[in-house]
């Protein structure tokens, strides 16, 4: 997973980002902190403190916006980085360019905090659709295995209310429009025949997944093309090994009968925080085998840009 | 043309069989790599002609949407759903209205995937042992869904000493006087005919068929239309019944099989008549056990060889002649060279005067 690129990846829910209190999340083994300032606007640097190494997700928000290092209160301007305050030294307020901690370019996109690790990076266009159902879990799996999973197995990750994942695919893993698109068949639950005797199944999940991040729209549909539940699953690399994964999700339109009544109880979508390892160990690595060869692939033929974010 | 397939299996010094064969042929059997098989030019068995309604239904072939309903009474295969809000091309699969060819035969719907202008009802393969114009009942019918590819699944089926053992408490043991196969094959079809001589009874025949002597002489033939992925299962036991099914492999994608199988016991007794197709439903699943696990093993080329036994000649043919086709497909030949909708009765031994319509 390459985190050196121009990607840009969706670290926190707009809701978790406040100017109460710092986020500290990770892309990869980069600690990022994430503060609003007095404008509402987010930002993000390096979750370390250039004076001593403390992390400033650790300090406060100061009233003029600026994120203050709790533990010797040097105070830092969100949009570059730069230090503005020491409190010792109220006689010398103006520092070198050097005195500053990384900012990384940030953006919100359709309910997610987005951050770049290019400072220069241009943001991406997106669209910015309403979504009810949110949550953020943090999965001890690395990133590519959390995918690999939900390729294989979308149950060991998540769980739609009243919906049974089949093994079986309507289309295999392939590419279109820049992005990993696959389509499972699906049941309702927990009343149906054995999947592998069923000859038409109700209801499909489709996934579109981009290559790098692995940021995936989920879209559950039944056998009449209506679109059921829409939703987005964000997983991010993070330190440890640790996949932290955001989602939003929002329903579609209602489905007749005893069964749409079900899906659109509380919470349609959960994103389970923890994998159960004898179920994964057990599922077989189908589709993901060739999902990294398509991945590389595509990548090769055409460098994934985030023009491709399965948000828009 | 129909050849006798006289080539030794391997020489392989992995392998039991005898030597002899070309390296050709068996660097090939090793370069087995079914996933990446794609066959086209082809008509597919998508559908029980009872499931096409006015109502769309959805199937797939290696993973292309195929929509299926009926306009007046006649089946319509479409590349969108009627309520689909289109943001995907057409493929060079269907006309310019997005269908693709589709024919009715022998109770199932088939649709041509490749190229639309090539779709023609003489590459639909024979399968004399059902009525042309359907109408079996549907207990002898089923839908069965494999999670593994399509030629692992037909491999399976056409290697019958597997069934000896994941199948024995249905169609009995491995014991037998003795055992011999013999595999024919053309550019089109691989048929393997495996007879046994005082085979233990099948339990299945043994329960609902009032088979009382301890053994039955076997007559089993496999036949693999190869571009279709269908394949008939024709068994002929003395004393017992004939059984034959049709037992085709759609690719739904390379990596998971549908099939709309039909077995015709009309002449058998009423137990075995209605019991015997729902053995397929048992069946299936013991094979599944094994060849899903299978299939991602055969997903990328290995230089690690097979190991192979002279019952594996026929499967090995069949490895062989799936990749010569698809080689075949990779330089754009895609020309039938035998006649895959000849009648095939005498080539499986079908007794014609049981199976009259």
């Keep these: ?312 | 043309m129909l050849e006798t397939a006289d080539r030794p299996v391997s020489h392989d010094d992995n392998s039991a069989a005898p030597s002899g064969g070309s390296p050709i042929a068996l660097n090939a059997i090793n370069r087995w790599v079914p996933h990446n098989l794609v066959m086209r030019d082809s008509w597919f068995p998508v559908a029980h002609d009872y499931s096409v309604t006015g109502k769309p239904v959805r199937r797939a072939v290696y993973s292309h949407p195929i929509f299926l309903w009926r306009d007046n009474g006649v089946a319509v295969a479409s590349e969108f759903h009627p309520n689909e809000r289109i943001t995907r091309d057409k493929s060079e699969f269907t006309n310019a209205q997005g269908r693709y060819p589709v024919m009715e035969h022998y109770g199932v719907v088939w649709v041509w995937f490749g190229n639309p202008l090539a779709a023609d009802p003489r590459h639909l393969p024979s399968l004399p042992f059902l009525p042309p114009k359907g109408g079996l009942p549907r207990h002898m019918t089923a839908t069965v869904r494999f999670e593994s590819s399509a030629p692992i699944s037909l491999e399976n089926l056409i290697d019958l000493t597997h069934a000896d053992f994941l199948h024995a408490d249905v169609v009995g043991d491995e014991r037998s006087d003795s055992e011999t196969v013999e595999t024919f094959y053309d550019s089109e079809t691989v048929t393997m005919v495996r007879t046994c001589v005082n085979k233990s009874v099948a339990p299945v025949m043994k329960f609902f068929s009032g088979i009382k002597q301890p053994t039955q002489n076997v007559r089993q033939v496999i036949r693999i239309y190869l571009r279709s992925h269908c394949a008939i299962a024709y068994g002929r036991f003395s004393p017992g019944d004939d059984v034959p099914l049709f037992h085709p492999c759609t690719p739904e994608t390379r990596d998971r099989t549908r099939m709309e199988m039909v077995m015709n016991t009309s002449n058998a007794g009423l137990m075995f008549r209605h019991v015997m197709p729902k053995a397929g439903y048992k069946v299936s699943r013991q094979d599944s056990y094994m060849t899903s696990p299978q299939s991602p093993r055969y997903m990328r080329h290995t230089d690690r060889k097979d190991l192979h036994s002279k019952f594996d000649q026929a499967g090995q043919r069949y490895r062989m002649a799936m990749m010569e086709l698809a080689d075949r497909q990779a330089k754009g030949d895609f020309d039938y060279r035998d006649n895959v909708s000849a009648d095939c009765s005498d080539i499986i031994g079908l007794r014609k005067e049981l199976f009259q319509f």
């Design chain 1, 1 to 312: 997973m390459s985190l050196d690129s121009d990607l840009w990846w969706a670290v926190a829910r707009s809701e978790e980002v406040t100017s109460q209190k710092p986020l500290s999340v990770d892309i990869g083994d980069q600690p990022v902190v994430l503060w609003r300032d007095n404008q509402g606007i987010a930002r993000a640097l390096e979750d370390r403190c250039p004076h001593r190494r403390a992390p400033l997700s650790l300090g406060c928000i100061r009233d003029n916006g600026q994120i203050q290092c709790g533990y010797h209160g040097w105070s830092y301007d969100g949009e570059t980085g730069r230090l503005k305050e020491i409190p010792n030294m109220k006689d010398q307020q103006k520092f070198p360019p050097i005195y500053k901690a990384n900012a990384f370019a940030v953006t919100e996109q359709a309910g997610f905090v987005r951050v770049c690790l290019n400072p220069k990076a241009q943001a991406p266009l997106s669209a910015d659709p309403k979504y009810t159902y949110v949550g953020t879990v943090n999965v001890s799996c690395s990133h590519q295995e959390y995918l690999n999973a939900l390729y294989d197995d979308p149950s060991l990750i998540l769980s739609v209310r009243g919906v049974r994942f089949s093994p079986y695919l309507m289309s295999e893993l392939h590419e279109e429009n820049g992005l990993l698109v696959m389509e499972r068949n699906c049941q309702w639950h927990p009343l149906h025949w054995p999947s592998h005797f069923v000859a038409e199944f109700p209801l499909t999940l489709l996934t579109r997944t981009h290559p790098l991040t692995g940021e995936t729209q989920l879209t559950l549909r039944d056998d009449q093309f209506n679109d059921l539940l829409h939703a987005v699953l964000s997983p991010v690399p993070s330190a440890r090994g640790v996949t932290a994964v955001r989602w939003r999700a929002e329903l579609g339109v209602r489905h007749p009968g005893v069964r749409g009544a079900v899906l659109r109880g509380i919470n349609p979508l959960s994103v389970h925080a923890s994998i159960d390892g004898s179920k994964l160990r057990a599922t077989k690595p189908t589709v993901s085998l060739h999902g990294e060869d398509l991945r590389k692939a595509m990548l090769e033929t055409k460098p994934a840009t985030h023009d491709q974010t399965v948000a828009a």
